[in-house]
């Protein structure tokens, strides 16, 4: 944790903490697990949106420009 960083507590059903403490790695604490998991998630989701742009047109639309602007450049 970051030096001078608040600290706040979470209530977790023993069930619950029991699933984080079998993610950990050797040596980590709950906070450390919790942080790579929220970091997997977000990388997920980053890649989930970037799909779904692409398969929507977005990448269609984004070729098109580029292909706009190099016509312009001739």
Known sequence: ?????????????????D??????????????????AIELLERQEFWARAASATSTGGQQAHDAAIDSWMDRLE
């Open 19 to 36: 699933r984080i403490r079998a993610l950990s790695s050797t040596n980590e604490t709950l906070e450390g697990t919790v942080i790579r």
């Open 1 to 17: 944790m970051p030096q001078g960083e608040r600290i706040t507590t979470m209530k977790l059903s023993n069930r619950s903490r």
